[in-house]
């Protein structure tokens, strides 16, 4: 008896965030839904993510509607999402009252399984989070962001399993979201887990296909007993996106393992999909072959072009070479943070500041207050030097507690200011919503009742809708607090 | 310590033909000769296939001096080529002499690497040229043509690669040219290979990307034993092309195995071919993605666009449906050939003619002679009503022997046709170009003084150059002589 392995399809989500700029409309999903729901996946990742954001900030519709809409037609699977713990789905650390409801909320509207993850692997930022899904009953899954560096030994990343374990997680999630899990580390990572925590203890494995070795990573997490894999589906798949299903499910016959999956419904949804996929060319990733250049720079591909933008608007593009160079030293200076949204960006800008203007001659709010520990802890020792500067800079001091345990409660206040915009509609949904885009939500509340866009559709609105500050995949553009010499200068650093 | 896995890049051949329907220029490859010889490759593929057929034709390129000019670039790495057994570069049974002398002259100006297979695995169709190979002192390589049938079993296979260690190939090739070598059944076959003949024998493995799981293929055929695997440099590479190499190399990171690859060389050929691959965007495959469907269908992407032209061509586009059902018929009643250049066009075409006028109510020459043998010995027994139908509209009688027996000598009335042709440079390698090419020969040795084009520079020929008879990959215009009631007609079918 081949043992089954359960599989996660991520092209109502990550697909097309990291391929089309996450601008899919709900309303070019809903006619795949019935084969989706039918085709024998353990679940289908629709919400979170850069979803929420693009939501609101492009597609003019409500994202909390568009989950109700995914739980009605998706009746037999599990609907998964993305969650970036104590961030929930914005840029900040939220008070706990804040966290648990917006869990809550999620769970009401139809959520089963939260994917919660922290951009530094800092446990203590999913404590939270964690707990509210354990409370609603829904499933927990503790996520380990897989990197490179010196100090990322396969026995840390066992060891974060088993501290997720005691935090009684319903799985782990090994999410490699830049393509750098190679077979080995794939096979050791995963046979660590479950030897230390126990075979009953569901492993769920999350690759990106940039580099073109990560099927084979799959198939090694499959042989050293990873239970469930994520793919998408073959007409948005590959490039920055991520494996394809079909070829996950024929890789597998013959062999010890295989799905349940109903290949000729996949294959009514993939030509589906193909049909739709060249509707949002604007938006297209123009990466469809494979980048291994990562793997010698560390450096992720989405990271690599806002560095560049940078310089290129401070008319430095030659610098490039430097500062690629440069990112190792504040990586390593900041304690080896992954680089992910918001790590990379943060790293990104300051390598940028440091081959510009000297080492540490200028520090972006962010930066200080990552070296600081508002982020979170790091799995390596900072720099203390740099420590020092930070402080300067950030006129704060260090902190090792829990960044979210200096927050005081916020719901209130939050409820007060919502209930302030124009179409604010009463519900805590929208206080949600407003909590994490507190720049946007306003505009999205006064224009909801328009309706959603398709951007899909209609080429003109969807040119005006490129210009705007979010680039999809990486959505946070975010506000950098520069200090010179003591003066405060405002920066927006948006994804190229 | 590590096992050594030596790489063969196709990127001077396989991998243009199957992305750029062979189209790359000399003067495109030359400038990235010196990294790529130096980048410790087994060997480099440049030789052979279509190539020969695509100098002629479209580049007014001489495919010997060609030869001679990667000979001199490649004065540290093996040159290897593809040689269809008894059919040489072309497209009939050439009688021993010729391929002997074929074989002679390739080694002379310079290759070193033979690799020879049968579209049918017929080694009878391999044993002159891998004679010859032999008589030169350099490599030869046996090939197994890998298919999926209900005859073919793993067992079939490793029988295969003992016949061919009979006929002392130096290596075994299992050549997967439509991507269906899945992972398990290539540990299978390679494992089957190394115990019956012997670890010492080396076994080379060539897959396709189309189906995206050959790179999964690659690590089990590895983890069996495999020695040598083809790999194109990525920026030319997936699709209908081959699994990257830079992609290989990282997979393999950790694991037992490695490969002497300097991959900063390798990346200098990437940026080079990077650049050089949008200038012949007429001839790019438009297929970026991967295509499972053919595990289903068991019909190469090739054929079925090349079977609906034809439909289409008749006013039938909507049989389609029917002719895909009718290969598989066609198939078994021929007892399971592969399907590659040429039986993939004589099963398809009889398909159409199957399904446009009736089950055999028309029979193409060159399905007779498939038939009756005139191509040679299938795996499986042939249908015997359909040998009968065979029989009366070729007018021949079956055959069991080595259809090359039944040759004369034709070297000499070769030689002396040649000789008339305005151009002919005297040589034996012109009297070959004018064996292979008799129809397009004549025109390339008028022509030859001109010198070589380059199609992706100058896109107005390249335009002009689309419009001809041979589409690239499907190199092989065949002309069918059609029996209709008695009545033979001659039908040309060109790929699409």
């Avoid at 037609?73 to 804040?98: A, I, S």
């Avoid at 490039?320 to 504040?330: G, Q």
């Avoid at 209930?419 to 306003?442: R, W, Y």
Wanted: charge should be negative; include cysteine.
């Amino acid at each position: 008896m081949a043992r089954l392995i359960e599989v996660t399809d991520v092209i109502l989500r990550d697909a097309h965030q990291s391929l089309m700029a996450t601008r899919m409309a709900m309303e070019d999903m809903v006619p795949a839904c019935e084969w989706l729901d039918n085709a024998g996946y353990w679940s289908l990742e629709c919400w979170g993510g850069a979803t929420f954001d693009s939501c609101i900030r492009f597609l003019n519709e409500d994202p909390w509607e568009r989950l109700r809409t995914f739980k009605k037609l998706l009746p037999k699977t599990r609907t998964q999402m993305l969650l970036r713990g104590q961030n929930l789905l914005g840029y900040r650390h939220y008070e706990d009252g804040v966290v648990a409801r917006f869990v809550e909320k999620a769970a009401t509207n139809g959520m089963d399984v939260f994917r919660v993850f922290d951009a530094l692997n800092d446990t203590r930022n999913l404590e939270a989070a964690l707990k509210a899904v354990k409370k609603t009953g829904k499933h927990a899954q503790g996520t380990i962001c897989y990197t490179v560096s010196p100090v990322h030994t396969v026995e840390k990343f066992i060891d974060m399993a088993q501290r997720l374990q005691d935090m009684e997680v319903d799985s782990i999630c090994l999410k490699d979201m830049a393509a750098l899990l190679k077979p080995q580390a794939a096979y050791d990572i995963v046979k660590g887990i479950k030897e230390k925590c126990g075979d009953q203890l569901l492993v769920h494995v999350h690759c990106h296909s940039t580099t073109g070795v990560t099927l084979v990573s799959l198939m090694k997490a499959i042989e050293a007993g990873a239970d469930i894999v994520d793919t998408a589906i073959s007409s948005l798949s590959l490039g920055p996106g991520h494996n394809p299903t079909e070829s996950l499910v024929e890789m597998l016959e013959g062999t010890g393992y295989t799905t349940r999956l109903d290949l000729d419904l996949i294959y009514k949804a993939r030509e589906y999909f193909a049909g739709i996929r060249p509707r949002y060319k604007e938006f297209l990733s123009e990466v469809t072959g494979v980048e291994t250049e990562i793997f010698k720079s560390q450096i992720p591909g989405g990271m690599l072009s806002n560095m560049e933008s940078q310089l290129k608007q401070q008319g430095q593009g030659d610098k490039m070479k430097e500062v690629m160079e440069e990112v190792p030293r504040v990586r390593k200076a900041a304690g080896y943070p992954p680089l992910v949204t918001p790590s990379s960006q943060i790293v990104g800008t300051q390598a940028v500041f440091n081959v510009m203007m000297g080492p540490y001659k200028v520090m972006t709010g962010e930066f200080s207050d990552l070296m600081l520990g508002y982020y979170g802890k790091t799995d390596d020792e900072k720099d203390p030097g740099v420590v020092a500067k930070a402080k300067e800079f950030g006129k704060k001091e260090e902190i090792t507690c829990r960044p979210a345990d200096l927050l005081k409660p916020e719901w209130g206040k939050l409820e007060t200011d919502a209930a302030k915009l124009e179409g604010f509609n009463g519900a805590d949904e929208d206080v949600l919503t407003f909590a994490m885009f507190p720049q946007v939500a306003p505009k999205f509340f006064k224009e909801r009742s328009k309706g959603p866009l398709n951007l899909g559709k209609d080429p003109v609105v969807a040119k005006a809708a490129t210009g705007g500050p979010a680039g999809g995949a990486l959505t946070s553009a975010v506000e950098y607090e520069v200090s010179i010499n003591g003066h405060k200068q405002k920066v927006t650093v948006a994804p190229a």
